[in-house]
């Protein structure tokens, strides 16, 4: 219990500092005639002036001051088979992401938010693996290594993330998905919540973030929620799960008896994670899979 106490501690105190970062649309990038580039969502704009919201705060710039308004910057973002490492800017941060992508024609994009154990070490290879089944399915998968970006701009990197996977060439723009695991969830949730372009999300094992309502839900895209009754995560499923009923939202669940925060049998780790790769896979309508492995079903 105290491990599982310690896990949610660990997701509210990392998680409380970084949703200023999230605007209610996706970033625009305004460069300022004195050299700035701003990247923020603009909520407002007159022949005079835009507004926008950065990092929570509301700042105006005046249309004489603007030297360019626009919705690219990832000239490099393309389409190369297989796995890419690539390094996106968020405000004085370079973060890397690696992506895997199947090299076909109008891919879904599905963005992977690790832990707070980070993606190093074994975890490497896990989110390695993740990111491959999800490729061999004919996604494009993106792990991003958030962590070197400062706890502030955690919430605008993922806006970043979503904006180079619009960029990519082969990149299917309508058909965005995130899953997130344990801290990784619980970013999600905010994300996906705020970012209208995401389509479908999937939470293992994720938190509440603070401060998050019933209205923050009702903004979610079609979610699956994937849980052990024995996690302290689990009370987050059933909040969902409530708001959800009471506002005949659909959603996905899968609660696996006995199970917790960790050390979770092989068999139901990989059986779960197929569950997540044929929620998307079955929601963005790719039905030529390979894989012999996924025999489960999301029910």
């Known amino acids: 219990m ?74 490099a973002a393309k389409a190369v088979k297989g796995l890419s490492r690539e390094t996106i800017e968020v ?12 090299g076909t024609s109008l891919c879904p994009v599905v963005i992977l938010i690790h832990g707070s154990a980070g993606i190093q070490g ?13 490729m061999n399915e004919g996604v494009i998968a993106i792990n991003v290594h958030y962590f070197q970006s400062a706890r502030s701009n955690w919430g605008n990197t993922f806006v970043r993330v979503v904006d180079y996977a619009q960029m990519i060439p082969n990149a299917d723009k309508e058909k965005i998905g995130i899953v997130g695991y344990s801290l990784g969830g619980t970013i999600g949730l905010e994300v996906a919540s705020a970012d209208p372009r995401v389509k479908l999300f999937a939470m293992v094992a994720g938190f509440l973030p603070p401060g998050f309502r019933k209205e923050d839900a009702r903004r979610l895209p079609r979610t699956l929620m994937v849980c052990g009754d024995q996690d302290s995560a689990y009370e987050t499923l059933l ?61």
């Open 239 to 299: 909040k969902l799960e409530k708001w959800f009923n009471e506002m005949n939202k659909p959603y996905v669940k899968k609660v696996e008896p006995g199970i917790g925060h960790d050390n979770i049998p092989m068999k139901i780790f990989k059986e779960d994670w197929d569950r997540v790769v044929v929620f998307f896979t079955d929601n963005f309508g790719i039905t030529n899979w390979g894989g012999k492995r996924l025999k489960v079903r999301v029910e």
């Open 91 to 102: 405000g004085d941060d370079e973060v890397r992401i690696d992506v895997y992508n199947p």
């Open 2 to 75: 105290k491990k599982h106490l310690l896990c949610w501690v660990s997701a509210a105190v990392f998680s409380a500092g970084i949703w200023g970062g999230i605007g209610p649309g996706f970033a625009e990038v305004i460069r300022l005639k004195r050299g700035e580039v701003i990247r923020a969502p603009i909520i407002e704009q007159t022949d005079e002036y835009i507004k926008v919201k950065r990092y929570g705060t509301i700042l105006t710039y005046w249309k004489d001051d603007i030297e360019e308004i626009g919705s690219s910057e990832f000239p």
């Open 122 to 134: 074994d975890r490497a290879q896990r989110y390695k693996r993740f990111a491959t089944d999800l």
